[in-house]
């Protein structure tokens, strides 16, 4: 008797073992498919920064998992154009958002960066929040383009409006917002965050590519991502995060020896322009898109086509495929395209070019297949490969690569999963 009681006990003994193994190997079967995602955007952070700089974070973000040579942005290569490709996957042409500063025919007038931000008819497609978010992943944006509109009726389960900050305290708690919403309870905390910084671009912009200022904030950004690793560690997340670094676009320098000057070629003032804020005085772009009537629209074309031998003019309906810029309501009549390293220069009375660039150094907006205007990419995580360095590709892939991460169902897209399941560690749909 004494045995069987024995017996019973090491049987009864072995099956609590098996299924509390069993229970956790379920666990952790299901952890899989928990994976968190934060995409982090670093405006105008070039592909070959990190190489530049003194970044060990980036770095070592690099070596545990994939670089890209370079990232390649839509076209133009601006903030507004890429930061919603990459949100959602779309070619400008099929998310609507062709410049930094849009007109739309059909709505009658030019985008109002302040009051439409958050107008959901400026802004098409499906963001991957409003994908994660229909299928009950929780998201926070804090910040991202596009986030602070209800697109088809949706929004992050938290997110914060845009405020340009340089400061590195600002920052900080931007990063700390991102732990504090993983720090949520179950169902309430967030599997998918953004995070945007403008940083870099403002200081390349106003003192050159490879200026000390452009150094400091590349390696300010670096510290920067070195808390949000440190955070996720002190929280036992890093293993199952997936951190994302992009950026929108790379950067040139500029000279007053290349500058385009349009006004003695013809006077642009009678267009609309959305890309020349005239209230600051005179236009310094890469790219200024007109838009008017069809005699205005033709004579125009007679005068710029073939002016000068590093300028560019691109009608509405024979852009180049490979723009993907064709958008029904917002492709201007003419897009004037300097040549990577030249600015367009107009004004409205004429005054000629300084002998001096009065504020900008550095742009972008150029053709976006030139190595200067790539964007850098560099994910680390259970859902990516280690050590990989690939061959540049298309920003529009990102959008896959988050839904794929987070085992969510993609809405349709420009991009096509199979460019970039080489370096992913799970299979992608």
């Known amino acids: 008797m004494y045995k069987s009681v024995n017996t019973l006990g090491a049987i009864a003994l072995i099956m609590a073992i098996f299924f509390a193994v069993s229970a956790n190997s379920t666990e952790t079967a299901a952890g899989a498919d ?9 405006d105008g952070l070039r592909a070959d920064a990190i190489d530049r700089a003194a970044a060990p974070n980036m770095r070592a973000l690099a070596a545990r998992g994939v670089r890209a040579e370079g990232m390649t942005p839509a076209m133009p290569s601006k903030t507004f154009v890429n930061l919603y490709s990459l949100a959602t996957g779309l070619h ?25 931000i958050n107008d959901p008819r400026w802004w098409g497609g499906e963001p991957i929040w409003v994908t994660a978010e229909k299928q009950g992943v929780k998201t926070g944006t804090n910040t991202w383009l596009g986030a602070e509109a209800p697109i ?7 997110w914060n409006p845009y405020k340009k900050s340089h400061k590195s305290e600002v920052y900080a708690a931007r990063v700390d917002q991102i732990l504090e919403w993983l720090d949520l309870p179950d169902g309430k905390n967030i599997r998918l965050g953004t995070l945007y910084f403008s940083v870099v671009d403002d200081a390349a912009h106003q003192n050159h590519v490879n200026s000390p200022q452009e150094l400091q904030a590349i390696e300010m950004m670096d510290k920067i991502m070195g808390r949000l690793i440190n955070g996720l560690k002190d929280r036992s997340l890093y293993e199952r995060t997936n951190i994302i670094i992009v950026s929108d676009h790379g950067m040139a ?46 004579n125009a074309y ?23 810029f064709d958008h029904p ?12 390293g030249w600015v367009i220069y107009a004004t409205e009375d004429q005054t000629p070019p300084p002998s001096v660039l009065p504020f900008l150094k550095a742009t972008h ?17 259970p859902s990516f490969k280690k050590g990989i360095f690939t061959k540049p590709f298309d920003n529009i892939e990102v959008y896959g690569i988050i839904a794929c991460a987070l085992s969510i169902k993609p809405a349709k897209t420009d991009g096509n999963i199979q460019n970039i399941t080489h370096f992913m560690t799970r299979k992608c749909d």
């Open 34 to 42: 928990d994976q968190i995602v934060i995409l982090v955007g670093i």
């Open 152 to 158: 088809g009726g949706v929004q992050p389960t938290y």
């Open 329 to 340: 309501d917002r492709e201007p009549d003419l897009m004037l395209l300097a040549d990577p």
């Open 365 to 381: 907006g150029y053709h976006n297949l030139h190595p200067d205007m790539r964007a850098t990419f560099i994910a680390a995580g």
């Open 302 to 324: 007679q005068k710029f086509n073939g002016a000068h031998p590093h300028l560019k003019v691109l009608r509405r309906g024979a852009f180049p495929e490979g723009y993907h």
């Open 92 to 116: 400008p042409k099929n998310h609507g958002i062709i410049s930094n500063y849009i007109y739309d025919r059909k709505i009658g007038r030019e985008m109002n960066r302040g009051s439409d």
């Open 253 to 298: 320098d500029l000279s007053p020896e290349r500058i385009i000057n349009l006004d003695p070629i013809m006077d642009v003032t009678p267009f609309i322009t959305p890309d020349w804020n005239r209230s600051r005085g005179a236009a310094y772009v890469a790219f200024i898109n007109l838009y008017g009537d069809e005699d205005g629209v033709e």
